[in-house]
C-alpha cells in the first residue's frame, strides 16, 4: 500500500521524511510484547486493512456509532486476518 499523503505530514507544517506505511512497519519490526493497533473508520479504510496487516499491524479498533450500518463488514475483514478487533 503506498501512502500518498502521511498523516502528519502537510503543506504547511512540511512533509515527513518517511511514508507511513514505512512507519508503520518499522514500529511493528521492533515490537516483542505489545500489538501495533490501528483505527479503523468503516467505509474509509475498507482497502487499508489488509495493507495494515501486511505491514505488521494485528490489532484493529473499529469506529462505530450506534446508527453505524457497515461496522459489521468492517469487523469481519479483520477477523478473516486473524486480527484482534474492538470497537469503539
Known amino acids: 500500500m503506498a501512502t500518498a499523503t502521511a498523516g502528519g ?4 507544517y512540511g512533509f515527513g521524511r518517511h511514508t ?3 512507519w508503520i512497519a518499522e514500529a ?7 500489538r501495533l ?9 475498507r482497502r487499508a486493512t ?4 501486511e505491514l505488521g499491524v494485528r490489532s484493529v479498533r473499529v469506529a ?8 459489521p ?8 486476518l486473524a486480527m484482534d478487533v ?3
Not at 489488509?50 to 496487516?53: T, W
Open 86 to 88: 474492538a470497537a469503539s
Open 9 to 12: 505530514s502537510s503543506f504547511n
Open 64 to 71: 462505530t456509532h450506534c446508527t453505524e450500518a457497515t461496522s
Open 50 to 53: 489488509r495493507a495494515a496487516h
Open 20 to 22: 507511513d506505511d514505512e
Open 28 to 34: 511493528a519490526s521492533v515490537l516483542t510484547h505489545a
Open 37 to 45: 493497533t490501528t483505527l479503523l473508520l468503516p467505509g474509509i479504510g
Open 73 to 80: 463488514t468492517a469487523h469481519r475483514r479483520a477477523r478473516e
